[in-house]
């Protein structure tokens, strides 16, 4: 059974960092797609970090560059979101995501397997 289980969120003053974790069972997992998504209500799901099978390779939305670290630990299985600087507009609930075959995109139509998100809220 597929389970990607993400914990980290919390609320944080602008400015303040948050590290996101997604814990990951049940499919390849080293040659996995492994993203973070966000999404607020009433818009469409966005892409924010993109990691590579094999780590070595990543990709960032622009509104994040500079700001966030994607990366993962594949002994435990766990992907990671590193959030510095942030910002009252990167609350939203942030959701991490796999995708076994194909190439790696910031689409999520794209992603096979989903987890049940958790919010990221950043005052002013």
């Known amino acids: 059974q597929v389970q990607l289980v993400e914990s980290g969120g919390g609320s944080v003053q602008a400015g303040g960092s948050l590290r996101l974790s997604c814990a990951a069972s049940?499919?390849?997992?080293?040659?996995?797609?492994m993203g973070w998504f966000r999404q607020v209500p009433g818009k469409e799901r966005e892409g924010v970090a993109v990691?590579?099978?094999?780590?070595?390779?990543?990709y960032y939305a622009d509104s994040v560059k500079g700001r966030v670290t994607i990366s993962k630990d594949n002994a435990m299985r766990t992907l990671y979101l590193q959030m510095n600087s942030l910002k009252p507009e990167d609350t939203a609930m942030y959701y991490c995501?796999?995708?076994?075959?194909?190439?790696?995109?910031?689409?999520?139509?794209?992603?096979?397997?989903w987890g049940q998100g958790t919010q990221v809220t950043v005052s002013s």
């Open positions: 049940g499919f390849s997992y080293s040659s996995a797609c």
């Open positions: 995501a796999a995708r076994e075959l194909g190439a790696c995109s910031f689409r999520p139509n794209d992603y096979n397997y």
């Open positions: 990691l590579y099978p094999g780590g070595g390779y990543t």
